[in-house]
């Protein structure tokens, strides 16, 4: 794949959109998310693994809390990747990521990811090019594995401007509410950005294989961050054609029928199958 030009990727949404209609396509999205991740938890036969990577401030957290509001929380996990603990350091770049991926019928997203074994490190000089590139052919591979076994992943670049990031450094430092997210390092982070999205490119590049490639989400508008992020969601998991699995049971078996006859559900007083 040829090296992607972040600076000539607009991170605004089109301007043919309806702001309003896209909105209400999302509230539908999200809802049928939940019914696509309770279908896929019964069948029992694929996981997703979605991966939110970005510049600080891109909406990560947020995107997190919008999209997946509506999924039964049983179904779905959230990893944010920090900095790596002694006893993650002791072990190979993998082997923190690898105990959180997605089992069978779950959701798993990753705010950060294995991908900052080559964005941050590399900006901050603790991994050489070399480094970089065996790095990069291990995540393929690990992901390539995970495929295998019937885990889709969607990797979503969340695309801000500077601009944007600036706007929300600031409500950051004003908002109270919002306070705790600042901190200094987000500044000295915000003067390295053409490091980063140098870094970015080439995980595009060497990392974006057609089983597996990157989603880059103009996310300056958070209605349409949003919206990308559970349409792609939704389509990935309508594209499996899950079944529910039969009954286990046969329901015309006599003894069955005993106990089933026992109910009348067409009586208004009698027990409710599900609870609004």
Same mark, same amino acid.
């Given at each position: ?16 959109l309806?702001?309003e209609?896209?909105?209400?396509e999302t509230?539908?999205l999200i ?5 696509l ?16 990577q970005?510049?600080?401030a891109?909406?990560k ?6 999209v ?15 900095k790596p603990t ?12 690898h105990?959180?991926v997605?089992? &069978?019928?779950?959701i798993?997203?990753f705010?950060? #990811?294995? =991908? /900052?074994e !080559? ?7 603790? %991994? ?15 992901e ?9 992943i969607l ?9 944007k ?8 430092m004003?908002?109270p509410?919002?306070?705790w997210k ?6 000295? &982070?915000?003067?390295?950005w053409?490091a980063?999205r #140098?870094? =970015? /490119?080439? !995980? ?6 057609e089983? %597996?490639?990157?989603i880059?989400?103009p996310?300056d ?10 349409k792609?969601?939704v389509?990935?998991?309508?594209s ?14 006599p003894d069955?029928r005993?106990?089933l006859?026992q109910f ?7 027990l409710a199958a599900?609870?609004?």
């Amino acid at each position: 794949m040829s090296k992607i030009n972040l600076l000539g990727i607009s991170s605004l949404p089109p301007q043919d959109l309806d702001k309003e209609v896209i909105k209400d396509e999302t509230r539908a999205l999200i809802k049928k998310l939940d019914e696509l991740q309770n279908l896929m938890f019964a069948e029992g036969k694929h996981s997703l693994l979605v991966v939110l990577q970005g510049m600080d401030a891109s909406g990560k957290s947020g995107a997190v809390r919008k999209v997946f509001r509506y999924v039964n929380p049983m179904g779905v996990r959230v990893h944010s990747f920090k900095k790596p603990t002694k006893l993650e350091m002791a072990h190979d770049m993998l082997w923190r990521v690898h105990e959180v991926v997605p089992s &069978k019928g779950m959701i798993q997203v990753f705010d950060r #990811s294995h =991908y /900052e074994e !080559v964005l941050i490190t590399r900006v901050e000089g603790w %991994c050489d090019d070399e480094t970089a590139m065996k790095r990069f052919a291990h995540i393929n591979n690990f992901e390539r594995l995970l495929q295998d076994y019937n885990t889709h992943i969607l990797k979503f670049y969340l695309h801000i401007s500077e601009e944007k990031q600036q706007a929300s450094f600031y409500e950051r430092m004003t908002d109270p509410r919002k306070n705790w997210k600042y901190g200094p390092e987000d500044i000295d &982070k915000a003067k390295k950005w053409p490091a980063y999205r #140098s870094a =970015y /490119e080439d !995980v595009f590049k060497y990392c974006s294989p057609e089983s %597996c490639p990157w989603i880059i989400v103009p996310s300056d508008k958070n209605w349409y961050k949003e919206y990308v992020v559970a349409k792609t969601i939704v389509q990935t998991l309508e594209s499996l054609n899950m079944q529910y699995p039969k009954a286990s049971i046969d329901v015309n078996d006599p003894d069955v029928r005993k106990i089933l006859d026992q109910f009348d559900y067409n009586d208004e007083s009698g027990l409710a199958a599900t609870e609004e």
